[in-house]
T-cell receptor, first 113, second 113 residues
Framework: KAGVTQTPRYLIKTRGQQVTLSCSPI?????VSWYQQTPGQGLQFLFE???????NKGNFPGRFSGRQFSNSRSEMNVSTLELGDSALYLC????????????FGQGTRLTVV | GENVGLHLPTLSVQEGDNSIINCAYS??????FIWYKQESGKGPQFIID?????DKRQGQRVTVLLNKTVKHLSLQIAATQPGDSAVYFC????????????FGKGTKLSVKP
C-alpha cells in the first residue's frame, strides 16, 4: 500500500509570490491534515480536511488555505509569501479522524527568498 | 535538520543498550497519544500509539508507558541500534477537541556504535 505522497519535495519562491502544495493520502484515508515544521516552533497544526470540508483550523493567518478533492487528495496554498513561511510542510492522512493513527508524508521543503 | 535551533533535549546511548525517551503532557483531558520518529530530511514516522484506558503497550522493540497521574509518557526502545538515531516526538489528542494532534518539541536520540 502506497504511503502519503507530497509534491513537490522542494520549492524556492520569492517574497510576495504564492505557492500550492499537493498531498495524496493513503488509499482509503479520508482525513488529511497539514502541519508546518520550523526550527523555532516545531510542528504546528495548520488545518484538517475531511470529505472535502475543512473540519479544523490552527492559528495561522488567512494567507494559508487549503482544499480537498473528492478523491481525498488535498492541496494547500500560501499567498503573499513571507520569509517566515520558509518551513517543511507536512501532510498527514488518517482513516477517519486526524487524531488517530496519522501517517505523514515526506514533506515539502519551502524556501522563501 | 528541521529541529536545529530548538535546543532539543538529547539522549546519547551505546548501541545495544535500552533507551528511554520521556514526554510530559499538560492536559489531563488528553486521551490518545502517539510516538513518532523523524529522521533528517524525512517526515515523522508512526511508531506506536496508546489510549488513555491503557498504561502500557508493546510493539516490536518498543514499549510505550502512560502514567496519567503525573501526565507522563515514555517510549522505551530495546537493544538500540544506529538506525534508531533520530528525533522522537510525542503527540497527544485532547478529548472533546476538534481533533488535531498536539506535538511536543522532540528529543534527539544519538546512538553510538
Amino acid at each position: 500500500k502506497a504511503g502519503v505522497t507530497q509534491t513537490p519535495r522542494y520549492l524556492i519562491k520569492t517574497r510576495g509570490q504564492q505557492v500550492t502544495l499537493s498531498c495524496s493520502p493513503i488509499s482509503g484515508h479520508r482525513s488529511v491534515s497539514w502541519y508546518q515544521q520550523t526550527p523555532g516552533q516545531g510542528l504546528q497544526f495548520l488545518f484538517e480536511y475531511f470529505s472535502e470540508t475543512q473540519r479544523n483550523k490552527g492559528n495561522f493567518p488567512g494567507r494559508f488555505s487549503g482544499r480537498q478533492f473528492s478523491n481525498s487528495r488535498s492541496e494547500m496554498n500560501v499567498s503573499t509569501l513571507e520569509l517566515g513561511d520558509s518551513a517543511l510542510y507536512l501532510c498527514a492522512s488518517s482513516l477517519v479522524r486526524s487524531n488517530t493513527e496519522a501517517f505523514f508524508g515526506q514533506g515539502t521543503r519551502l524556501t522563501v527568498v | 535538520g528541521e529541529n536545529v535551533g530548538l535546543h532539543l533535549p538529547t539522549l546519547s546511548v551505546q548501541e545495544g543498550d535500552n533507551s528511554i525517551i520521556n514526554c510530559a503532557y499538560s492536559n489531563s483531558a488528553s486521551d490518545y497519544f502517539i510516538w513518532y520518529k523523524q529522521e533528517s530530511g524525512k517526515g515523522p514516522q508512526f511508531i506506536i500509539d496508546i489510549r488513555s484506558n491503557m498504561d502500557k503497550r508493546q510493539g516490536q522493540r518498543v514499549t510505550v508507558l502512560l502514567n496519567k497521574t503525573v501526565k507522563h509518557l515514555s517510549l522505551q526502545i530495546a537493544a538500540t541500534q544506529p538506525g534508531d538515531s533520530a528525533v522522537y516526538f510525542c503527540a497527544e489528542n485532547i478529548r472533546g477537541s476538534q481533533g488535531n494532534l498536539i506535538f511536543g518539541k522532540g528529543t534527539k536520540l544519538s546512538v553510538k556504535p
